[in-house]
């Protein structure tokens, strides 16, 4: 993003250069700039507004120093408002529980099943975990098939129970998890078309019977503004700990 921004602001901020202090006027054009290249990013335009009216306030307080050019201190200071848009800390996956469970959750066809592979694999790979996958999508026809198939072809086990109970496939994989010496368990759930009850009651009463530690939302990257419903929806009857964006290739 401050790439793709680069080129827009180094020409906006000419009129920054060489002046003595930062000033309303002589910010107007990267501001402009910058509120552009968000939109034109599909950010959401009240994160782009409230964004540009956060680099205005701090620019115009800001103390040119001896160090720092006014045009240099102002493009750190939107480097750096962008990394905290972007979420500035980093939360590392929960880990040290025996074991630590991952649910995934998201729309039909976001990613979920094809995720919770590359996540498992990724926990075996790095961090040199034993990850197990559970079967928990019980309405797709061929849900099952799909994530026994990516288990086999990365040599991860996967939890199957047929397509009964939801609750109870959960229940009974953290049982086999703990006595197999499993430390990750990641639970591939069904999706639907939109955010509906019947799919939020069923995430909800897994929540119930086996408290998972992260709650992962799969968002399809491609999904554009709607997505902010989506989490919405799904955050509202949840409370996610993370998103992973698919597709992004
Ligand atoms: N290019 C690309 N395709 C992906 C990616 N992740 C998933 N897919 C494809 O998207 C389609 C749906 O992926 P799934 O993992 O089955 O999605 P799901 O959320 O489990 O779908 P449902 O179980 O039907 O709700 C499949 O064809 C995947 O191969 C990705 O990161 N990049
Ligand atoms: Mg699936």
Redesign the pocket.
């Known amino acids: 993003m401050f790439e793709y921004m680069g080129d827009r602001l180094s020409n906006a901020i000419k009129n920054i250069r060489g002046m003595g202090k930062i000033t309303e006027e002589n910010i107007t054009d990267a501001l402009r700039e910058i509120r552009m290249a968000l939109l034109e990013a599909d950010v959401n335009y009240v994160v782009v507004k409230e964004f540009i009216a956060s680099i205005k306030e701090k620019a115009l307080g800001m103390e040119v120093g001896k160090s720092l050019k006014p045009d240099e201190l102002f493009i750190k200071l939107v480097k750096d408002e962008l990394v905290n848009l972007l979420g500035g800390d980093y939360v590392p996956l929960e880990t040290n529980k025996t074991p630590t469970i991952l649910m995934?959750a998201?729309?039909?066809?976001?990613?979920?099943?094809?995720?919770?592979?590359?996540l498992a694999n990724y926990l075996r790979k790095k961090h040199a975990k034993n990850p197990m996958l559970v079967a928990c999508?019980i309405y797709?026809p061929a849900?099952i098939e799909?994530l026994e198939t990516i288990g086999k072809n990365l040599g991860i086990e996967v939890f199957t129970e047929g397509t009964e109970n939801p609750v109870k496939i959960v229940r009974d994989a953290l049982e086999y998890a703990k006595a197999n010496k499993k430390d990750y368990i990641i639970i591939?759930t069904?999706?639907?078309l939109q955010v509906d009850e019947v799919l939020m009651q069923e995430l909800k009463d897994i929540t119930t019977e086996i408290n998972p530690h992260e709650t992962i939302l799969?968002i399809?990257?491609m999904m554009g503004q709607d997505a902010i419903n989506v989490i919405n929806g799904f955050n509202d009857a949840l409370s996610l700990t993370g998103t992973i964006l698919?597709?992004?290739?």
């Open positions: 995934l998201g729309l039909q066809g976001s990613g979920k099943t094809t995720t919770a592979g590359k999508d797709r849900a799909q591939d069904a999706g639907r799969v399809d990257a698919t597709k992004l290739d």
